[in-house]
């Protein structure tokens, strides 16, 4: 199957400083990949789509301004978490799916900390 | 919008079976998943339906009937690895890789 990578896959920061976190699609081009936000006990929320080339994607609810996602390349998209509270602490995980595939495949996650 | 209900929690034993429902009320269906999740790892895939009926894959079965809104995953043989979560997800009809997630549902396996 297809293999999505995520770095870093924990980290833990002061409140207001802004974190970056990469989603990279090692061995297929990914044209769409999706960022998901999990507190623990819950399930996975969408936040956004993120499309190669153009402007991502937000669901209701999700800021833009305060999660910046960029998709530069095919194989690479980037949340950024700007001003970060304690309240966004919790595990990011991103997805991708094949061109033409019938499921996503999710990276490993990342552990957020937000003290 | 999106409503998928899955029960919270079940317990099962070692070597039996368990059945896992999950029913959804979408503005849009365009098929319905099934993943695994061990605590503190990323989802894996196990099984998706698209069409009415069963669909197996090994010790797991999906079941699906569009018309009840309804789904189930089947697992046999339970070994102690089969502890995890498992989430149903409906994929939306107008973004087709749209994905929207189920709580989950803790199964705990019993020796």
């Known amino acids: 199957g297809a293999v999505v990578s995520q770095h870093p896959s924990r980290v833990i920061c002061k409140s207001g400083t802004s974190v970056k976190i990469e989603c990279r699609s090692l061995d297929f081009q990914a044209t769409t990949m999706f960022w998901y936000r999990q507190f623990p006990k819950q399930s996975l929320m969408l936040m956004a789509t993120s499309n190669e080339g153009s402007k991502a994607t937000y669901e209701q609810g999700v800021e833009k301004d305060k999660f910046l996602i960029n998709h530069a390349s095919l194989t690479l998209s980037t949340l950024t978490v700007t001003s970060a509270h304690p309240e966004d602490s919790s595990f990011y995980i991103c997805?991708?799916?094949?061109?033409?595939?019938?499921?996503?495949?999710f990276g490993p996650g990342t552990r957020l900390l937000v003290l | 919008g999106q409503n998928i209900d899955q029960p919270t929690e079940m317990t099962a034993t070692e070597g039996a079976i368990v059945q896992i429902n999950c029913t959804y009320q979408?503005?849009?269906?365009?098929?319905l998943f099934w993943y695994q999740q061990h605590a503190g790892e990323a989802p894996t895939f196990l099984s998706y339906?698209?069409?009415?009926g069963l669909e197996e894959k090994g010790r797991f079965s999906s079941f699906l009937s569009r018309s009840k809104g309804y789904s189930y995953l089947l697992l046999k043989e339970l070994q102690m690895k089969d502890s995890a979560s498992y989430l149903c997800?409906?994929?939306?009809?107008?973004?087709?890789?749209?994905?929207?997630f189920g709580s989950g549902t803790k199964l705990n396996v019993k020796p």
């Open positions: 339906n698209v069409l009415d």
């Open positions: 997800a409906v994929r939306a009809l107008y973004n087709f890789n749209k994905f929207y």
């Open positions: 979408t503005s849009g269906f365009n098929g």
């Open positions: 997805s991708a799916s094949l061109p033409a595939g019938e499921t996503q495949y």
